[in-house]
């Protein structure tokens, strides 16, 4: 297979695998309607645990972050590592732009935490206690959420090396892209804290 077939194939069936609407779906299956009308409108996993239900939240959540998984090591087997982060990229865009939700979806953290995973553990468990220290600290969880994402590109830079550097780096960049509303309230200080909202 040629290069720009290869690039087709990882980049729609990265994008495909990243759209599965699991919060949505999860939602549908427990009764609690269409997650999109709650909240922030989202399908991820936060938006999800604004139902009461922790269960569906947490199964989301690890789902979630299995896309980002799946996407990166199935990839990494059938061509090869630079592949591999080339679907994780696309896997965190089909999260936040799911083709099942027309355009809808999350904000690609435990997406992009999933993809960070597959390539280099130890990273994403660095990123997960930045998230966790600064949202009970601040009582944020956008807070943490940036803060990770701000740290990953630069860990995996020196982790393995450039080019998982310069794709944790999109991630990261789409991560933020989708905060930007958070980002809004937060420089002005009218965020949510966690329990109050979306």
Same mark, same amino acid.
């Given at each position: 297979m040629?290069?720009?077939?290869?690039?087709?194939?990882?980049?729609?069936?990265g994008?495909?695998?990243?759209?599965?609407?699991?919060?949505?779906?999860l939602?549908?299956?427990a009764?609690?309607g269409?997650?999109r009308?709650i909240?922030?409108?989202?399908?991820?996993?936060?938006?999800?645990?604004?139902?009461?239900?922790k269960?569906? #939240?947490?199964?989301?959540? %690890? @789902?979630d *972050?299995?896309?980002? +998984? $799946?996407?990166?090591?199935? /990839?990494?087997? &059938? #061509?090869?590592?630079n592949? %591999? @982060?080339? *679907?994780?990229v696309? +896997? $965190?865009?089909?999260?936040? /732009?799911?083709? &099942?939700m027309r355009?809808?979806?999350?904000?690609?953290?435990?997406?992009?935490?999933?993809?960070?995973?597959?390539?280099?553990?130890?990273?994403?468990?660095?990123?997960c206690?930045?998230?966790?220290?600064?949202a009970?600290l601040?009582?944020?969880s956008?807070a943490?959420?940036?803060?990770?994402f701000?740290?990953?590109?630069?860990?995996?830079?020196?982790?393995?090396?450039?080019?998982?550097?310069?794709?944790v780096?999109?991630v990261?960049?789409?991560?933020?892209?989708?905060h930007?509303?958070?980002?809004?309230?937060?420089l002005?200080g009218?965020?949510?804290?966690?329990?109050?909202?979306?």
């Amino acid at each position: 297979m040629n290069d720009a077939l290869t690039a087709v194939v990882v980049v729609v069936s990265g994008y495909l695998v990243g759209s599965i609407p699991f919060g949505w779906l999860l939602a549908r299956a427990a009764g609690l309607g269409d997650i999109r009308a709650i909240g922030s409108g989202n399908i991820g996993a936060t938006n999800v645990l604004r139902t009461g239900r922790k269960d569906i #939240a947490a199964l989301t959540l %690890a @789902l979630d *972050a299995a896309k980002g +998984a $799946v996407a990166v090591l199935a /990839t990494d087997y &059938w #061509a090869g590592t630079n592949w %591999a @982060l080339v *679907a994780g990229v696309a +896997a $965190v865009i089909g999260h936040c /732009t799911s083709v &099942w939700m027309r355009g809808q979806g999350g904000k690609g953290v435990a997406t992009g935490l999933g993809v960070i995973l597959a390539i280099a553990w130890p990273v994403c468990l660095a990123c997960c206690a930045a998230w966790v220290v600064t949202a009970r600290l601040s009582r944020l969880s956008s807070a943490g959420a940036l803060v990770a994402f701000a740290l990953a590109p630069v860990l995996m830079l020196f982790w393995r090396g450039s080019a998982a550097g310069a794709a944790v780096a999109a991630v990261s960049a789409v991560v933020f892209l989708r905060h930007s509303g958070n980002i809004r309230r937060l420089l002005a200080g009218t965020e949510p804290r966690i329990g109050q909202g979306r």
